[in-house]
């Protein structure tokens, strides 16, 4: 039922239905946007970010907790992908790419980035940034 009720909305698509949820909405203040597949959908509180997915924000912002207890909240004006998230310990498999075309992005870092520093990356126009620490403020200007 779920899932059709999903289809009704337009938020799932044959390539959605198979990504992995990798972290929900906790708060949004104004409006933020998700891009997925050729969908783009308003987000709210308690929503699914998948990988792949583009975050846009106009005005607003929007925080997100991650499965590993990453916390990543996107400023005003930003544009947003999580381009890979892995998250299986007990095998080893970890990593962690965030891409920061324009705006401002404060990280946190969860489980992870304490396990495994060298798997978390931040990339953006100019550059990448592998995470050593344990929280940051990025911001890229422009388009």
């Known amino acids: 039922m779920g899932l059709a009720v999903a289809a009704l909305t337009g938020w799932v698509t044959p390539a959605a239905a198979q990504q992995?949820?990798?972290?929900?909405v906790k708060v949004v203040?104004?409006?933020a946007f998700a891009q997925r597949a050729e969908q783009r959908a308003q987000l709210g509180v308690g929503e699914a970010i998948y990988a792949m997915d583009v975050i846009e924000t106009a005005q607003g912002s929007v925080g997100l907790t991650?499965?590993?207890?990453?916390r990543i909240s996107i400023g005003p004006?930003?544009?947003?992908?999580?381009t890979e998230f892995v998250f299986v310990p007990a095998e080893g498999?970890?990593?962690f790419i965030v891409e920061l075309f324009r705006g401002t992005m404060q990280y946190i870092s969860g489980v992870i980035a304490k396990l495994s520093p060298d798997?978390?990356?931040?990339k953006t126009p100019v550059a990448t940034v592998a995470v050593r620490g344990t929280r940051f403020l990025a911001e890229v200007a422009g388009d």
């Open 20 to 24: 992995q949820e990798v972290a929900l």
């Open 29 to 31: 203040d104004g409006e």
């Open 66 to 70: 991650f499965k590993d207890g990453t």
């Open 77 to 82: 004006n930003s544009r947003v992908q999580f």
């Open 93 to 95: 498999r970890l990593s």
């Open 119 to 122: 798997a978390v990356k931040v």
